[in-house]
């Protein structure tokens, strides 16, 4: 919001009531600009909040976590980063009562933006992180993030380092320790993405995003059911025909960040 808070852009949390009216609202930043791009009710009932900021931290601008009771008051804060931006696009509580956040990092890896995960205890600390880029060290972003029935974690985003377009939908699955199990791109010549991932009932993933390489003309939405090992397939069990290179394995590894 640019209406109330401290600063010119201030994170704004509402809690409403089934019929819509707000139960409580709060501002929280600080001169400059804070936001969030994910905020999800955790196991006691509280808020994690993850977004970034130019208020608070040691770069440019942080990745910042927020942890808020159920009345919205703060129970901790923590920025994460380097001298440049950092910015987080989604948080999940885990199973053990931490949580996995995803997100974009231009100190840590190589190049202009770097996928950066974070694995944090209960406290906000810093258990695991690890980054994942391409061989030509350009763009890429993670805008969805879940942990999975068997502990990991699936990841979903954008490259221009890997595949077949200008910019390709990523898909990386991710062992409990941030090392990569499978990754993936789909898409066509040009610009692909995710904002979306969710692991479905048989094991498998939903995807939703954007493709301007299919469809009727511009950008049109595109959802991907994905089997396990990230493949392709159909109610009939037959493959969709391999003329259709539009699926390519990638190469990043982990990185542990500092």
Do not use: M
Not at 55 to 60: H, N, P, Q
Not at 129 to 152: C, D, E, F, M, P
Not at 199 to 209: E, F, H, M
Not at 223 to 229: C, E, F, G
């Amino acid at each position: 919001t640019l209406s109330f808070g401290a600063g010119s852009c201030d994170l704004w949390v509402l809690k409403l009531r089934p019929d819509g009216a707000v139960e409580w609202q709060k501002t929280y930043g600080g001169v400059r600009g804070d936001w969030t791009y994910s905020t999800r009710q955790t196991s006691d009932g509280g808020y994690i909040a993850a977004g970034g900021t130019d208020s608070f931290g040691t770069g440019k601008i942080a990745l910042w976590v927020l942890k808020l009771r159920p009345d919205g008051t703060v129970e901790w804060q923590k920025t994460y980063g380097g001298v440049g931006r950092s910015d987080a696009y989604s948080i999940q509580q885990t199973s053990d009562g931490g949580y996995i956040v995803a997100g974009s990092t231009k100190p840590f890896g190589a190049g202009k933006d770097n996928l950066w995960v974070l694995k944090l205890k209960p406290n906000g600390a810093v258990e695991w992180q690890k980054t994942y880029w391409g061989a030509y060290a350009l763009g890429v972003a993670t805008y969805a993030i879940r942990q999975t029935s068997n502990g990991g974690y699936v990841v979903a985003g954008t490259t221009e380092s890997f595949g077949a377009g200008d910019i390709d939908l990523w898909v990386l699955k991710l062992k409990s320790d941030g090392a990569v199990e499978w990754q993936k791109t789909y898409g066509g010549s040009n610009y692909d993405g995710a904002y979306s991932i969710q692991q479905t009932l048989d094991g498998g993933y939903i995807v939703a995003g954007w493709t301007d390489s299919f469809g009727a003309g511009g950008l049109d939405f595109w959802v991907l059911k994905l089997r396990p090992d990230g493949s392709f397939g159909h109610a009939q069990g037959r493959s969709i025909d391999t003329s259709c290179d539009f699926i390519n394995d990638t190469s990043t590894s982990g990185i542990n960040s500092n």
